[in-house]
């Protein structure tokens, strides 16, 4: 049976194709928007079903027949088309906040939902698959695992304000490191006439709500009058 000169396999081939796209994307954005980042579930999944409707294309285009022939052409300059443009998008992810830059996984993710688009469109049912499952791997328990055992990365300024200027650094250092942090640089200044020492610490900053934990231990090291963290 055929529709417009096309065997209806044909369309529920695509049909199915789009379905796994779908499904592939929200999975990708379900991920994403559980951590409120700024790629969602629309947006990926328009990006996979978008890029499957291409890959589509760009294979059909060499097969279908019409009154004057085939179409020809290479179907890898569709495909190619995608992933040069998808780049764009991408990139409108990247956010630059202070001393960080945000939106590298997201960016990363717009990428994978886009490749397992174009996969799926090629009928490559399993490596989509595969490449999904490792995608949530990587995204859901090796975060965790991360979180675990390395800093969270995220570098900040420590400015502290101390009323005596005899301070032991050393010990100001250690009593930074057991809350979680990791000195990168540190800079120093001495307002000689009221006796204050101002300290300047780049560093490495966990997940953490609260820093109520690192100022008590820094209180206890000398006298703290001033405590601020900035990006």
């Known amino acids: ?32 928007k559980h951590r409120y980042q700024v ?31 085939f179409y020809g052409g290479d179907p890898t300059r569709v495909i190619a088309g995608v992933v040069s443009g998808i780049g764009f998008l991408g990139g409108g992810a990247i956010v630059h906040q202070g001393l960080n830059i945000r939106g590298l996984t997201s960016a990363a993710v ?40 390395f800093l969270a990365g995220r570098n900040k300024v420590l400015h502290l304000v101390f ?5 032991n650094l050393a010990a100001v250092k250690a009593a930074i490191e057991q809350n979680g942090f990791k000195v990168t640089d540190v800079n120093i200044s001495r307002i000689m006439a009221d006796k204050k020492i101002i300290l300047r610490y780049s560093v490495k ?3 953490v709500d609260t820093y109520t934990n690192v100022i008590d231990a820094l209180a206890k090291v000398g006298e703290l009058e001033e405590f601020s963290m900035t990006d």
């Open 1 to 32: 049976m055929e529709l417009f000169g096309i065997s209806m396999d044909f369309y529920l081939v695509s049909f199915l194709k789009i379905l796994a796209s779908s499904v592939s994307g929200a999975v990708l954005g379900l991920e994403r």
């Open 205 to 207: 900053s966990p997940d």
């Open 39 to 69: 790629v969602g579930m629309r947006t990926l999944v328009l990006i996979s079903v978008s890029s499957t409707l291409l890959a589509i294309l760009s294979y059909s285009l060499t097969e279908i027949q019409t009154g004057k022939g």
């Open 110 to 149: 717009v990428w994978t939902a886009a490749a397992i688009g174009l996969a799926l469109g090629a009928g490559l049912y399993e490596q989509s698959l595969l490449v999904l499952a490792v995608a949530i791997f990587l995204l859901i328990v090796l975060e965790k695992i991360e979180s675990r055992f």
């Open 163 to 167: 009323g005596n200027d005899q301070l």
